[in-house]
């Protein structure tokens, strides 16, 4: 249920934060994925995924969980490992503990092919995010949009 106060409008100061964030949101991941994927032929998406298994233990994650670390749906990243592993970037196991789930392993030549990317990645928020960010206090700015993000839709 929404909360009367929940629907004064937003002063100027509000709606200018807003609007910014909304615009940042949508403009910043387009301009990144333009440059990788006409520098390395890679998404955003992609990006993300060769990332995270970077990362995780044995460089490996259930599908459901890579879908949860990026908010996505499971047919969703099923997609996106599917891509990457028709170009030998990720392979796709059974999970031997239940033999039910699968997980995305990341290749030699995936890992390779993440190392090549992050300079243009790096670059590129460097260019289009951090430079414009710079006099905040970036931890509480982190802290902030890590409560959006938790909150989610419920609200």
């Known amino acids: 249920m929404i909360e009367r106060n929940e629907t004064i409008p937003l002063d100027p100061a509000e709606e200018r934060a807003w609007r910014a964030f909304i615009r940042a949101s949508v403009v910043v991941p387009r301009v990144l994925e333009a440059e990788m994927h006409a520098a390395h032929g890679v998404t955003m998406t992609e990006y993300f995924v060769l990332v995270n298994l970077s990362e995780a233990e044995e460089r490996s994650l259930r599908m459901s969980e890579l879908a949860a670390r990026g908010a996505m749906s499971l047919s969703a990243i099923s997609?996106?490992?599917?891509?990457?592993?028709?170009?030998?970037?990720?392979?796709?196991?059974?999970?031997?503990?239940?033999?039910?789930?699968?997980?995305?392993?990341?290749?030699?030549?995936?890992?390779?092919?993440?190392?090549?990317?992050?300079?243009?990645?790096l670059a590129g928020v460097r260019r289009h995010v951090m430079r414009h960010l710079e006099g905040l206090d970036l931890d509480r700015f982190a802290s902030a949009l890590d409560r959006v993000a938790e909150e989610g839709p419920s609200g």
């Open 79 to 121: 997609r996106v490992v599917g891509g990457l592993a028709r170009r030998g970037l990720v392979e796709r196991v059974r999970c031997p503990s239940d033999g039910r789930g699968q997980l995305a392993v990341l290749t030699e030549e995936g890992l390779a092919r993440l190392e090549e990317v992050y300079p243009t990645h």
